[in-house]
Nanobody, 127 residues
Framework: QVQLVESGGGLVQAGASLRVSCTVSGRAGSNYNMGWFRQALGKEREFVGTITPGYGRTYYSDSVEGRFTIFRSNANNTVFLQMNKLKPEDTAIYYC????????????????????WGQGTQVTVSS
């Protein structure tokens, strides 16, 4: 059974940093695209970024490029989302996701390209 468990969310002030993590069980996360998405209250879920297997290339949405970084620990089967210079508009529930097999670099930004999802962790940025 595949499970993804996020942790590390919380309440921070604008300009602060926060790191959320996602631990995978039941699959080797390093063999799949691992994506992060977020959903703000009243809005649709949106792509934040993803890391590919192997070399670990990363892709980000324009809204977080240069502020957020995705990296992983293969030994711990965990992927991280490091968020710097947080803004109030970053407030959302953040979800990690495990990509479908076989891994592909097409449609990385589409939620339909991911098969498994965590329960989400709330990130709130106050102004």
């Amino acid at each position: 059974q595949v499970q993804l468990v996020e942790s590390g969310g919380g309440l921070v002030q604008a300009g602060a940093s926060l790191r959320v993590s996602c631990t995978v069980s039941g699959r080797a996360g390093s063999n799949y695209n691992m994506g992060w998405f977020r959903q703000a209250l009243g809005k649709e879920r949106e792509f934040v970024g993803t890391i590919t297997p192997g070399y670990g290339r990363t892709y980000y949405s324009d809204s977080v490029e240069g502020r957020f970084t995705i990296f992983r620990s293969n030994a711990n089967n965990t992927v991280f989302l490091q968020m710097n210079k947080l803004k109030p508009e970053d407030t959302a529930i953040y979800y990690c996701s495990l990509g479908s097999a076989p891994p592909s670099i097409t449609n990385l930004r589409a939620s339909a390209s991911y098969s498994y999802w965590g329960q989400g962790t709330q990130v709130t940025v106050s102004s």
